[in-house]
């Protein structure tokens, strides 16, 4: 089951591929599966971007959008 919590802008606006962060270190099966349902990929938090709080996984859109 997947919830959009929180819609917000990330630092840098220039992403080529759209990146799935598994921001809790225990999520890797749900990063997962939101990765082939968007069309991204797993990876790790990008330098100057926050992760947040109230979320386990967060998916930041890139210009393959």
């Not at 749900?30 to 330098?47: I, N, R």
């Amino acid at each position: 089951n997947v919830a959009v919590v929180t819609k917000d802008k990330s630092a840098k606006t220039d992403y080529a591929k759209t990146i799935v962060i598994d921001v809790t270190g225990s999520s890797s099966p749900a990063a997962l599966q939101v990765a082939s349902a968007v069309g991204g990929e797993v990876g790790s938090l990008p330098e100057g971007e926050r992760a947040p709080t109230d979320a386990d996984v967060l998916v930041i859109v890139g210009n393959d959008k």
